[in-house]
C-alpha cells in the first residue's frame, strides 16, 4: 500500500501518493494542468514548460516536481498563467505556421492547449517563425514524420529509448536547425528504426502519422494472431474492414505496446487472395464448389479412411475450441490419436523436457516479471525479433540495472545490450550449459538448501559434469571457458534469474537434452518457484501454448492427459460417449512419412503448411501429392493447398469468437470484428459440420463459449476459465476452479510430478546429426524476420511488411564470402544433401565465420528444401537449427 501525503491544490485539501509528481497529483484528482511532454509511460523530462505551478510561491514544472507534505499548489496565479501562455505561443510559432487552428484537430493536443490558456491568435505576430521549409519524411511504408509542425517535445526520442530501446532516433542539427532523426540528411527508413510506431502512437502534435489513416467507426478488443506473446490490441473496423490496430493498455502481457506486425500487419484480413468458397479438384484442376458438395466428398472420403489411415494436422494459429474439436475429431470421429501440430517443429522438446523435470511443459514465470529478474540469460533465442513485446521487458530489466547473458551463434540485436556475450557453435549447448554448471557446483555457487527441499536425483548429475572439463567443453562449443565461467558466476549470484529461450535451443536432434540442460542449471541455483525467475520457453505463435493444452498431440489428451493410462481413457470415452484408443499416435513428421512408407491415406491439414514449414520440404510435397485424399483449410491458397483435393476457406481471427493462450500461460478472448469474407467460415463450424455430416454426435455446439464449457469439463488446469472470467482480462492457467484468481508463476511450493519434486538429469553431449566436411563445408542454421511470420502467408499480404523485408538473404560472414568471391547483393546457390536454393548474399559479422543463416517465410526461396529432417528421438523435433551446405555464387 502506497503511503499517503496531504496537498493543497488551489486552496482544496487532497491525499496523494507520496511517490507522485506535482502534475500527476493533480491529475489523479481531474485537475487538469496543461502538459505536452509528459507520458505516463516514460520518465519525467519537463522541456515543454506547459506544466508550470507555483509550489509554495516558487515556478516550478509540475511533471518533474515531486509532492511534498502539506505543500501549496497553485496551478492558477497570473504568474502561471502569463508564463504558461507565453510558453504555448512559441510553442504554436513552430507548429502549424503559428496558427491555433490546426489540421490534427482534437488529435492535437498542443491545439487542445491552445484553446485550454486562451491563445489569441493576434498576438502571434510578434514572434518570428522559423524561415525553413522541411520536406516530409515518407520513407518509412507505416508512418510518415513532419519536422514542419515538430516542437521538439522529445517523446518520439524517449520512447524509442526508455520503452523500445533501440534509440533509433535522437535530436540531430543545433539551435533553429534542431531537428528529429538518426543522422543528418538520413532519412527514417535508413535508421535502425523497428517500426513499431510506439512513438508515433505517443507524438502530442501529429509531427509524426500513420500512413492513410482511417478513422474507425467502431472498436473490437481481441488478442493478437501473431507471435507469442499474446498482446490485447483494439481492432478497428470501418465497415466490414479492418482499418486500424493499437495496443490495450489494461491488458498485462503488454500493457498497450505493440511491435510492428502487431499494429500494421493486420491488413492481411482484407487481401482480395482471401478464399472465399470452397474448392473441389476436378480433372486435376481446384475448381469453386458448394459447402455441401465440399462437406459430402469429404465426409465420404474420411468415412473410408477411420482408424490409422487418417491423420490430423491442427495450428496454432486456430483458437483453443477450434484445436479442442479437430482432436476430438481425430479421436471420437476418426477413431485415432494421429493428429499433431506445428509445436512438434518448434517446442515439442519444450513438452517432453519440462514435463520430466518440472511436471509441466509450460513457461514459468509471466512476461511482465521478467522486466524485474536481476539476470536475464537468453540462450537460442532472438527475442527482440521473434518476441517483441518480451523484448521490451528485457530491455526494461537492463535500465533497472538487471545483468544480461546472451548465448546465440549469431550475434543478434540483443548482443549489443549484454553484459557478456557467448558466440557458441550451433548445436553444442548441452556442453556449454553442463560447463557452466560444472564451474557453480565447483564454486559452491549452487543453493543447497533448494536443492535439499525440493530436488531428487542431483548426485547423479553432479556426479555426471565430471565429463564437462575446461578442454572438452572449448572444443565442443569453440567458446573460451573463462567466458562461460564468467557467465555461470553471472547466473548464479543475480537471483532472481530468469533464462530465456526459443528454437535455438529445441530444434536440435537432442532438443530434449537442450531443455534438460536449462532445467538443471534453474534447479541447480534454485531459480524456479519465484517471481522473476524460471525457466521461460518463448513460443512462437498466437496459441502454441492453448494447441498443445488443448491435446492437439498424439499421446496426450486435453491437459497432457496420457492417452495410454485407462482411467483416462476412461474419463474421455464417458464424457464423449464412444470408444478410444490407448495407443498413442503419429507425429507430424511421422504423419507425411506414413504417406510414403505407412497406412497414412487421408490427411485434415488445418492452418498449416508443411511445404515451406518441414525440414526436408521436398519429402512434405511429394507426401501431399501422393496421399490419396488430402483436405486443406485455410484463408489463403497456400503452397500446401496446392497440392489439395478440397480446398475448405476458413475464417481469420478477426472473424470469430475464442480464446488464445499466450507463452506466459495466459487464456484471453478472441472477438469477431468482421463478418467472414466471402462464404468462409470458422473453423469450429467447417470441423463440427463434418463430423455431423458423418453422422456423428457431440458436435452440435452454438458458440465457442459452449466449446470451452466442455474444455473446462475435462482439463483441470483449465476447470475454472469461462469466457465470463476472462471478458475483460485474461487468465493464466493453471487455474482449476471458478474461485481460482489464475497462476503467475509455477512451482512455488512443489513441482506436478510424482513426490512433487524437481528431478535433475545427467546428460551426454550429442553432436548434430550433420557436420561440415569437405563438401558441404558450411553451417546452415535458420531465424525468423521481424517483419514476418512462419511462412509468412500472412505477413506477404501486408504491403509494409513486404518492403520492410521483401526477399530471402543469404547471411555470410566476410571471411567466407572473400574466399568465395561472394559480394552483398550477389545472388548466390545454397546446396545441401537434399536440395537447392537460390537468393541474395547478405554479407555481415552477425553470422560467424563458417556459418550462413536464413529465414523459411519466401517460397521463393524454400529454405526447408535444404534443411534436415533426422530427428530427436523422444520429441520427435527435426534439426532445422543445423545442416551442412556448401554456397557458391548463382
Known amino acids: 500500500m502506497s503511503q499517503k501525503i496531504e496537498v493543497s491544490i488551489d486552496g482544496s485539501t487532497v491525499m496523494v501518493d507520496a511517490s507522485a509528481t ?55 496565479t497570473e504568474a502561471v498563467k502569463e508564463t504558461r501562455l507565453g510558453a504555448v505561443e512559441l510553442l504554436l510559432v513552430n507548429h502549424h505556421h503559428g496558427t491555433v487552428d490546426c489540421e490534427e484537430g482534437d488529435a492535437c493536443e498542443l491545439n487542445r492547449i491552445a484553446r485550454f490558456v486562451g491563445v489569441d491568435e493576434t498576438r502571434l505576430d510578434r514572434y518570428r517563425p522559423p524561415d525553413r521549409s ?9 508512418f510518415a514524420f513532419d519536422p514542419s509542425i515538430c516542437v521538439l517535445c522529445g517523446i518520439c526520442v524517449r520512447t524509442c529509448d526508455e520503452i523500445v530501446g533501440v534509440a533509433a532516433i535522437d535530436f540531430v542539427q543545433r539551435g533553429f536547425d534542431t531537428t528529429i532523426g538518426s543522422a543528418p540528411g538520413q532519412q527514417w527508413i535508413d535508421s535502425d528504426c523497428v517500426s513499431c510506431g510506439e512513438c508515433v502512437a505517443r507524438c502530442p502534435t501529429g509531427a509524426l502519422s500513420f500512413t492513410g489513416f482511417e478513422t474507425p467507426e467502431r472498436e473490437v478488443t481481441t488478442t493478437c494472431t501473431y507471435c507469442g506473446c499474446g498482446c490485447g490490441i483494439h481492432l478497428g473496423v470501418a465497415g466490414d474492414r479492418l482499418v486500424s490496430a493499437r495496443g490495450q493498455r489494461e491488458n498485462p502481457s503488454n500493457e498497450g505496446r505493440l511491435c510492428v506486425k502487431g499494429r500494421f500487419g493486420f491488413t ?10 470452397p474448392l473441389i479438384r476436378r480433372n486435376g484442376t481446384l475448381e469453386e464448389a458448394t459447402w455441401d458438395e465440399a462437406l459430402d466428398l469429404v465426409a465420404e472420403k474420411f468415412s473410408a479412411s477411420r482408424g490409422d489411415a487418417f491423420a490430423a494436422i491442427a495450428s496454432a494459429k486456430l483458437t483453443n475450441e477450434e484445436n479442442y474439436l479437430i482432436q476430438k475429431f481425430s479421436r471420437a470421429v476418426m477413431g485415432t490419436n494421429n493428429v499433431d501440430h506445428c509445436a512438434r517443429l518448434c517446442h515439442s522438446p519444450s513438452v517432453a523436457g519440462l514435463v520430466q523435470s518440472f511436471g509441466s511443459g509450460a513457461m514459468t514465470s509471466s512476461s511482465k516479471d521478467i522486466g524485474d529478474a536481476r539476470c536475464i540469460f537468453a540462450i537460442g533465442t532472438n527475442t527482440t525479433a521473434a518476441h517483441p513485446i518480451i523484448g521490451l521487458q528485457v530491455m526494461r ?22 553484459d557478456l556475450y557467448i558466440q557458441n557453435r550451433a548445436g553444442s549447448d548441452v556442453a556449454l550449459l553442463m560447463g557452466m554448471m560444472r564451474v557453480i557446483v565447483d564454486e559452491g555457487l549452487h543453493d543447497p538448501e533448494f536443492i535439499e527441499a525440493r530436488c531428487e536425483n542431483f548426485e547423479a548429475f553432479r556426479d555426471s559434469l565430471g565429463q564437462y572439463d575446461e578442454a572438452t567443453v572449448e572444443e565442443k562449443t569453440g567458446v573460451p571457458f573463462a567466458q562461460i565461467a564468467e557467465a555461470a558466476r553471472m547466473y548464479a549470484q543475480n537471483s532472481p534469474a530468469a533464462i530465456l529461450y526459443a528454437m535455438g535451443i529445441t530444434q536440435h536432434t537432442h532438443g530434449t537434452d537442450n531443455v534438460l540442460a536449462t532445467s538443471n542449471l534453474a534447479l541447480l541455483t534454485g531459480n524456479v518457484g519465484l517471481p522473476s525467475g524460471g525457466l521461460n520457453p518463448l513460443r512462437g505463435q498466437s496459441n502454441v501454448q492453448g494447441a498443445c493444452d488443448m491435446g492437439a498431440l498424439p499421446n496426450v489428451y ?22 478410444l484408443d490407448d495407443v498413442p499416435g503419429l507425429t507430424h513428421l511421422e504423419i507425411l512419412r506414413g504417406v510414403t512408407a505407412g497406412p497414412i491415406r487421408a490427411i485434415y491439414l488445418v492452418g498449416e503448411n508443411p511445404a515451406l514449414s518441414e525440414a526436408d520440404a521436398t519429402h512434405a510435397r511429394e507426401a501431399m ?17 496446392e497440392y489439395a483435393d478440397v480446398v475448405l476457406p476458413a475464417a481469420s481471427f478477426a472473424e470469430k469468437d475464442g480464446t488464445f493462450t499466450n507463452t506466459e500461460r495466459r487464456v484471453q478472448r478472441v472477438r469477431k470484428a468482421i463478418p467472414p469474407v466471402g462464404d468462409s467460415r470458422d473453423d469450429a463450424w467447417i470441423t463440427c459440420a463434418i463430423a ?17 464449457e466442455e474444455i473446462a469439463s475435462l482439463t483441470p488446469s483449465y476447470g475454472g476459465i469461462t469466457h465470463d472470467r476472462i471478458e475483460q482480462v485474461g487468465l493464466q492457467w493453471p487455474c482449476p476452479e471458478a474461485s481460482h484468481p489464475g497462476t503467475r508463476y509455477l512451482h512455488a511450493e512443489t513441482f506436478p510430478r510424482p513426490g512433487g519434486r524437481g528431478r535433475f538429469f545427467p546428460l551426454k553431449y550429442r ?24 511462412t509468412a502467408t500472412m505477413t506477404r499480404r501486408v504491403p509494409g511488411l513486404e518492403t520492410l523485408r521483401s526477399e530471402e538473404l543469404v547471411e555470410i560472414h566476410p571471411r567466407d564470402a572473400v574466399a568465395l568471391a561472394i559480394a552483398s547483393g550477389d545472388r548466390v546457390r545454397v546446396t545441401s544433401r537434399r536440395g537447392e536454393v537460390e537468393a541474395h548474399a547478405l554479407v555481415t559479422e552477425v553470422s560467424p565465420p563458417g556459418t550462413i543463416c536464413m529465414t523459411f517465410h519466401f517460397h521463393e526461396a524454400p529454405t526447408n528444401v535444404l534443411t534436415n529432417a533426422a530427428y530427436d528421438p523422444v520429441a520427435k523435433i527435426p534439426e532445422t537449427k543445423v545442416c551442412a551446405v556448401r554456397v557458391e555464387r548463382a
Request: glycine content about 6%.
Open 22 to 76: 506535482v502534475l500527476e497529483a493533480a491529475l489523479e484528482h481531474d485537475l487538469f494542468i496543461p502538459h505536452l511532454c509528459h507520458h505516463p509511460d516514460l520518465e519525467p523530462a519537463g522541456v515543454c514548460r506547459l506544466c508550470l505551478v507555483e509550489v509554495d510561491g516558487c515556478l516550478v514544472t509540475a511533471c518533474n516536481t515531486p509532492v511534498t507534505g502539506g505543500a501549496e499548489i497553485r496551478t492558477d
Open 558 to 579: 486435453p491437459g497432457y492427459q496420457n492417452v495410454a493410462i485407462p482411467e483416462v481413457k476412461a474419463k474421455f470415452e464417458q464424457a464423449w460417449g464412444v470408444e
Open 767 to 790: 553432436p548434430p546429426d550433420e557436420e561440415p566436411d569437405a563438401e558441404y563445408p558450411l553451417v546452415l542454421t535458420t531465424e525468423r524476420s521481424l517483419y514476418h511470420y512462419h
Open 692 to 708: 455431423r455430416r458423418m453422422g456423428e454426435e457431440g458436435f452440435d455446439f452454438e458458440s465457442a463459449e459452449e466449446v470451452m
Open 397 to 418: 530489466s537492463i535500465r533497472a540495472g538487471g545483468k544480461l547473458i546472451v548465448v546465440n551463434p549469431r550475434e543478434i540485436e540483443l548482443a549489443r545490450y549484454a
Open 268 to 277: 492481411f484480413v482484407n487481401s482480395p487472395d482471401r478464399l472465399t468458397t
Open 134 to 142: 522541411l520536406p516530409v519524411d515518407t520513407s518509412n511504408p507505416f
Open 625 to 641: 501429392e501422393k496421399v490419396d485424399f488430402l483436405v486443406v483449410q485455410d484463408i489463403f491458397l497456400t503452397e500446401s493447398a
